[in-house]
């Protein structure tokens, strides 16, 4: 397994190298937990979950609410296996913000496929030197490493992913984007302060402050079935018509 890093960039790109000076640039939005519903699988019961295709309600990001990224078409199949981590240089009008970021896979065919979650309160983003990683940020999570977002500057912010296992297949691209927690999963809701959309946060991608998101990429998977799986099809992963975000992404 190789930890393998793509940069955020101009255009709602993700690539390999880190940003250039004249790539640089800051994208905005405005967090909003009530932009899409809190689940996937509403007002259902828990057995719904477990439904050989249960009837997901997967939004779309709405306009102004998330920034997102993707890479160019994948010229080969892409597989990870493991924990992720997503390091945001991030500004924020709040003094705290909530985090959401969302890997995805956006198929040649025009859907878009959920891959993984991760979740982080910015004032909880101090680390636990010792047991972090490339791959697995790790918070202390302690009450006396709690720290206020500071006003006008960026800071940085390792946001982990859960551990997944997934090819993205030739002709597809990776796709990350940071919303707001909820949305994503079948029975999860989280107790993120209303917003409504009153606030901005920001991201940066520049040569000093490179916003960017590494993958455990495993090389020498064979036997991966050349066709696309069935969207939706995945256990757990919904599947909906790919709709970019408003910076790009």
């Known amino acids: 397994m190789q930890p393998t890093a793509w940069y955020f960039g101009p255009n709602g790109t993700l690539t390999p190298k880190r940003p250039r000076r004249r790539d640089a640039g800051i994208d905005g939005y405005h967090p909003d937990p009530a932009a899409r519903p809190t689940q996937t699988l509403p007002g259902q019961g828990q057995d719904q979950s477990w439904a050989i295709l249960p009837p997901y309600d997967w939004r779309p990001l709405p306009d102004g609410t998330a920034v997102a990224y993707s890479t160019p078409a994948l010229d080969a199949d892409t597989t990870i296996v493991g924990p992720g ?72 912010i390792r946001v982990g992913l859960f551990a997944v296992a997934h090819v993205f297949r030739s002709g597809s691209r990776i796709r990350i984007s940071v919303e707001a927690p909820g949305g994503d999963r079948t029975r999860w ?37 050349a066709a696309l799986p069935p969207c939706p099809g995945l256990r757990g992963q919904p599947c909906r018509t790919f709709v970019p975000a408003t910076n790009g992404g």
């Open 85 to 156: 981590s997503v390091d945001l240089w991030l500004r924020s009008a709040a003094t705290d913000t909530d985090l959401q970021v969302t890997l995805s896979e956006i198929r040649p065919d025009g859907l878009e496929t959920y891959v993984q979650n991760g979740w982080l309160r910015a004032s909880h983003r101090k680390l636990d030197r010792a047991r972090s990683t490339v791959l697995a940020p790790r918070q202390t999570h302690l009450e006396k490493d709690a720290r206020p977002l500071p006003a006008g500057d960026f800071v940085k």
């Open 189 to 225: 809701a989280f107790d993120t302060p209303s917003t409504q959309g009153a606030f901005l946060d920001e991201i940066a991608h520049t040569p000093v402050l490179p916003s960017r998101v590494v993958l455990p990429v495993v090389s020498g998977v064979t036997g991966v079935p």
